[in-house]
């Protein structure tokens, strides 16, 4: 017969399991994988503990890969597509207006609100990241900007759109789950987003000062080694803008990014002028590679590739194994139970929700469940304490959709990192936008502002 874990041994297990990972890669500069694994092998073995059969746990860690395969396509393309758009010219191309157009000065704050225009056409962090956010991590380098600042104001203005446009799956996940009208949905989150949004914003602003346009003549070096390296035209543009429109349209993540390889290897023949079909292989496979003579570009436009996702398609392997099996052995289960102990007033619910929200990131590394198991656990307790399920879904949104990216083996944070070749603990620092929301949404929860008192939403 099973046996359950008690709440008591659910918060001690995931106390340890968080500081086994957060003194690895701190204290001994580990990357993430190996206390994943080690975590992976301790909680089999209190399973085995627990009287769970071997094949149910092995079928449990198949279960959470199989789930998690979309991510995995997603990521793989992602790759696929940076190659592809840094042979097309379309990434180069940016980069040589950006660093006409931009100052250093200004990076931070163009970086924020482009990603965020994007992104809410888009709906997708993921889409916006793999096509501007490359892009704009590349004039960032350029300019001599900060990586982790870049990173950072890139990654908050695409998971702006992934939270408030109705295109974003995540948004329509949080009000799908908790039965609040779409709309509703997003009008009631703008009391955290637009406050959270706007000191991002200034804050962004005053470290902008600090930069300055002292290299001017190796931004022109720079610029005449791209013009001379590359076909620069507003053609290279038309692939990543069919992606762009695909997404607004709401088509298939996947056939989309498909359809940004294929035409951005048509611009690489028609526009570039190359049409060696082993080198288009080779560049799909490995990444593009260019020598330009210019060591900064070089540095920018050598990236992508299948094989550069690797990382990260490995970690987010490890981390829905894990993920899965904590599910299985009823971790989470008793972590909600523990939550959901301290449910006395509005403050402590909306407190509780946002804490469920992100332990459950940090345990699966998955935002979804970080929406939808602390969505359905405590549904009932803002009806019987009167308060609108909107707040619900706005918690969930703060804490479960933008924690994620905040997470180095989330499949977003390992995405972002990845894409942007930026440690996820680096950027951490700069994500202003990501951790100001759900501070923001217990904040009022507890201050009892923007907090509806009826059940209706």
Not at 434 to 454: D, E, H, R
Request: proline share 3%; hydrophobic share 55%; charged share 10%.
């Amino acid at each position: 017969m099973e046996k359950k874990l008690t709440i008591g041994s659910s918060v001690l297990l995931l106390a340890l399991m968080m500081a086994l990972i957060i003194t690895s890669m701190t204290a001994f500069q580990a990357e993430p994988h190996i206390p994943l694994l080690i975590c992976l092998v301790v909680v089999s073995i209190i399973g085995l503990f627990l009287n769970i059969k071997w094949d149910e746990l092995e079928k449990a860690m198949i279960k959470g890969v199989t789930d998690g395969t979309k991510a995995i396509i997603i990521l793989s393309l992602v790759g696929i597509v940076i190659a592809v758009w840094m042979m097309s010219g379309t990434v180069p191309t940016i980069l040589f207006y950006g660093l006409t157009f931009i100052t250093p000065e200004w990076f931070a704050v163009s970086a924020l609100i482009i990603c965020m225009i994007v992104s809410s056409f888009t709906g997708s962090s993921f889409t916006t990241i793999g096509s501007v956010g490359v892009a704009m991590m590349g004039i960032g380098l350029a300019l001599g900007v900060n990586p982790a600042m870049a990173a950072g104001a890139i990654i908050c203005g695409a998971c702006f759109g992934d939270k408030m446009s109705p295109l974003s799956d995540t948004t329509n996940l949080a009000s799908g789950v908790t039965g609040v009208d779409l709309f509703v949905h997003i009008r009631h989150l703008m009391w955290t987003t637009i406050p959270s949004f706007l000191i991002t914003l200034i804050i962004f602003f005053f470290i902008g000062r600090s930069y300055s346009t002292t290299n001017v003549e190796g931004i022109q070096e720079m610029l005449t080694t791209l013009d001379a390296s590359f076909s620069i035209s507003f053609l290279t543009l038309l692939s990543p803008l069919i992606v762009v429109i695909l997404a607004f349209i709401r088509f298939p993540t996947v056939p989309a990014l498909v359809v940004g390889i294929l035409t951005g290897l048509v611009t690489v023949g028609f526009v570039q002028g190359n049409w060696l079909i082993s080198e288009w292989f080779t560049v799909v496979q490995h990444g593009f590679f260019l020598e330009t003579g210019n060591d900064a570009i070089n540095a920018i436009v050598d990236a992508g590739g299948l094989q550069s996702m690797m990382w990260s398609i490995s970690l987010v392997i490890i981390a829905l194994l894990l993920g899965s099996l904590i599910q299985r052995i009823g971790l989470i289960d008793g972590l909600l139970e523990f939550f959901r102990s301290f449910l006395s007033n509005r403050g402590n619910l909306i407190g509780a929700t946002a804490a469920s929200s992100i332990s459950v990131n940090a345990l699966t590394g998955e935002q979804y469940l970080s929406i939808l198991l602390p969505g359905k656990a405590f549904e009932m307790h803002y009806e019987r304490l009167n308060i609108a399920k909107k707040n619900l879904s706005r918690t969930l949104e703060d804490a479960g959709t933008l924690v994620n990216p905040l997470i180095p083996w989330g499949v977003s944070g390992a995405f972002f990192a990845s894409t942007l070749g930026v440690a996820v603990m680096d950027y951490i620092p700069f994500a202003f936008f990501l951790f100001l929301s759900p501070i923001l949404t217990i904040l009022f929860g507890y201050l009892g502002i923007g907090v509806g008192k009826s059940i209706e939403s």
